[in-house]
């Protein structure tokens, strides 16, 4: 499969720590936060979303930060492992699924 | 259930000829994207479908690239002529409307290389 993000920033992380990736996003006006992992030769994948009104949402193994004073976004991963290598996007729009703008994405990378 | 499929999964023109693309979202999905994505760059939407009628295409280069979705199921993305800059890879994704619509399926993409 063809590479993803040839030239992205790296974020190297040992197995087992906590990994976190950071996101700015640009419309104030944006109510709606998407992450997304892309690996080589895939579409991006769904990981977890949350709403300008929260601040924090939790899935399995990941928790989305959401900072609108200062227009941040980050995903804290817990325990990372090996199939967490990938790239990962933050994405911005409206939550009836209008106005979607991705980021420029961070390539995450495991070590053993 | 099964996912965004699109074909073909790879495609080399040369520059100047025409090429199209096809996507099949998932069965029920009313919303179709079709994004483009330059390596090392996020994706960027091209177009957006709800059902057969466009709901955003500000960012499709009309003179060259257009778009379809007849029957509001199936979605052809064509370029006509291509450049060099048109090589990436060209994603399809699909969505619920409404509260759910934020949650878009990809396909695997189509990547485009132009010569």
């Known amino acids: 499969g063809e590479s993803v993000g040839l030239h992205l920033p790296t974020l190297s992380v040992q197995e087992g720590d906590n990994s976190i990736i950071n996101c700015a996003y640009s419309?104030?006006?944006?109510?709606?936060f998407i992450w997304y992992k892309q690996e080589s030769g895939k579409g991006p994948q769904f990981i977890i979303d949350?709403?300008?009104?929260?601040d924090k949402r939790q899935g399995q193994r990941v928790t989305v930060l959401l900072n609108k004073t200062v227009k941040h976004l980050s995903l804290q991963i817990a325990a990372t492992q090996p199939g967490d290598s990938a790239v990962y996007f933050c994405?911005?729009?409206?939550?009836?699924?209008?106005?979607?703008?991705f980021g420029p994405g961070t390539r995450l990378s495991v070590l053993p | 259930e099964a996912g965004v499929a699109q074909s073909p999964r790879y495609k080399i023109i040369e520059k100047r000829q025409s090429v199209a693309f096809w996507c099949n979202p998932i069965?029920?999905?009313?919303?179709l994207y079709w994004y483009q994505q330059i390596l090392g760059q996020g994706p960027k939407l091209l177009i957006q479908?709800?059902?057969?009628?466009?709901?955003?295409d500000s960012q499709l280069p009309k003179d060259r690239f257009s778009a379809e979705r007849l029957k509001g199921v199936d979605s052809t993305l064509k370029i006509q002529p291509a450049k060099l800059e048109d090589s990436a890879v060209y994603l399809c994704?699909?969505?619920?409307?409404?509260?759910?619509?934020?949650?878009?399926?990809f396909g695997p993409g189509t990547r485009l290389t132009v010569t």
């Open positions: 479908f709800q059902n057969n009628g466009v709901v955003d």
């Open positions: 994704a699909s969505s619920r409307t409404g509260l759910a619509a934020y949650e878009q399926y």
């Open positions: 419309n104030s006006a944006s109510d709606y």
């Open positions: 949350i709403r300008s009104n929260m």
């Open positions: 994405a911005e729009g409206s939550s009836y699924g209008q106005n979607f703008v």
């Open positions: 069965s029920g999905h009313a919303t």
